[in-house]
Nanobody
Framework: QVQLVESGGGLVQAGGSLRLSCAAS????????MAWHRQAPGKQRELVAS???????NYSDSAKGRFTISRTNTKNTVYLQMNSLKPEDTAVYYC?????????WGRGTQVTVSS
């Protein structure tokens, strides 16, 4: 079972930046893809960005041009660099690891963007 621990959330003003980190308990080479999702109050959880084992990235329309997903294999860590943050980015951000027959979630980290 993969354990994921997110960090880096917090309170930031609109236009600011944050970098989220997700540390995995095992080598991310063994994981097909890693992703960041978010869930705002009263809304469904949605995909923000993902990165495959082959470093193919995918972004939601709202994240394109502002967020960057990356990983450091040696540290088993995936990052989400978020720039030009908007109040509508306020949500709990979750890290997800996907294998062929299972998926694992972290507990989330709160991101709050004030206007």
């Amino acid at each position: 079972q993969v354990q994921l621990v997110e960090s880096g959330g917090g309170l930031v003003q609109a236009g600011g930046s944050l970098r989220l980190s997700c540390a995995a308990s095992e080598s991310i080479f063994s994981i097909d893809s890693m992703a960041w999702h978010r869930q705002a109050p009263g809304k469904q959880r949605e995909l923000v960005a993902s990165i495959s084992r082959g470093d193919v990235t995918n972004y939601s329309d709202s994240a394109k041009g502002r967020f960057t997903i990356s990983r450091t294999n040696t540290k088993n860590t995936v990052y989400l660099q978020m720039n030009s943050l908007k109040p509508e980015d306020t949500a709990v951000y979750y890290c997800k690891a996907s294998k062929p027959t299972s998926a694992y979630w972290g507990r989330g980290t709160q991101v709050t963007v004030s206007s």
